[in-house]
Structure formats: structure tokens, C-alpha cells
């Protein structure tokens, strides 16, 4: 696929990860939240959590799942992302990473994977 058509995927992707997150309790902080090469997805709260979350698309789990397509300098680079996101907004709660792993085609599919990193 193009890169314009990944994008939009993408954008979709991430629609539904909002809107899964909003409707399971949780409030949307920001989107696509970038410092220097990172960037964040989603960053959500609830019940004092501050989570941030990768969304991962697939058309199909022939190649692996979604959830598993994240390299360690990847998530080395969501980890120092969100680390300015709470020194940023003074956060002092508690904080977790989350993938919303989400398949798309002959059947739809849309998990959360909650505290992924470290």
C-alpha cells in the first residue's frame, strides 16, 4: 500500500482506539503527541492512571499479530516520549503503557494489552 493509504489506515486505526478507550471509561488527554523522533498515539487517564497507548493495525495476523510488531528501540522511543509528557504536565500518578492492537478485514478485532513495556 501507498503511504498516503498507511496513513489513512492509521487515522482509522486510531479513531477506533479512541473511541474503544472513550466508551470503556477512560478520558483522552492527546493525540499524536511528538518530542523529538517519538510519538504517541493516544494518552488517556483513568482511575489515576495516565496511559499511553500505541495503536497497532492489521489487515490480517498471517505476519503476527499487532501487538507484536513493536521493535525496543520503538518502545525505547515511546518510554522517553511519555517521560517528557509527565515531567511536562507535572504529573504524579501512575503511568503504563498500552497497545489497542486492533484487525481489520474478513473479521474486525480490537484488544487492549494494558502495562506492555518493561
Same mark, same amino acid.
Given at each position: 500500500?501507498?503511504?498516503?493509504?498507511?496513513?489513512?489506515?492509521?487515522?482509522?486505526?486510531?479513531?477506533?482506539?479512541?473511541?474503544?478507550?472513550?466508551?470503556?471509561?477512560?478520558?483522552?488527554?492527546?493525540?499524536?503527541?511528538?518530542?523529538?523522533?517519538?510519538?504517541?498515539?493516544?494518552?488517556?487517564?483513568?482511575?489515576?492512571?495516565?496511559?499511553? %497507548?500505541?495503536?497497532?493495525?492489521?489487515?490480517?495476523?498471517?505476519?503476527?499479530?499487532?501487538?507484536?510488531?513493536?521493535?525496543?528501540?520503538?518502545?525505547?522511543?515511546?518510554?522517553?516520549?511519555?517521560?517528557?509528557?509527565?515531567?511536562?504536565?507535572?504529573?504524579?500518578?501512575?503511568?503504563?503503557?498500552?497497545?489497542?492492537?486492533?484487525? %481489520?478485514?474478513?473479521?474486525?478485532?480490537?484488544?487492549?494489552?494494558?502495562? %506492555?513495556?518493561?
Amino acid at each position: 500500500p501507498n503511504m498516503a493509504q498507511h496513513n489513512d489506515t492509521g487515522n482509522k486505526a486510531e479513531e477506533m482506539a479512541a473511541g474503544f478507550l472513550i466508551k470503556n471509561g477512560y478520558k483522552i488527554l492527546d493525540r499524536n503527541y511528538v518530542f523529538g523522533k517519538g510519538e504517541i498515539d493516544i494518552i488517556a487517564t483513568k482511575d489515576n492512571w495516565l496511559v499511553f %497507548v500505541e495503536v497497532r493495525a492489521r489487515s490480517e495476523v498471517l505476519h503476527g499479530y499487532p501487538e507484536q510488531t513493536i521493535s525496543k528501540a520503538k518502545a525505547g522511543l515511546i518510554i522517553k516520549t511519555a517521560e517528557n509528557y509527565v515531567y511536562q504536565k507535572n504529573w504524579r500518578g501512575k503511568i503504563r503503557f498500552d497497545i489497542i492492537a486492533i484487525i %481489520v478485514g474478513q473479521h474486525f478485532e480490537i484488544r487492549q494489552f494494558e502495562d %506492555v513495556f518493561f
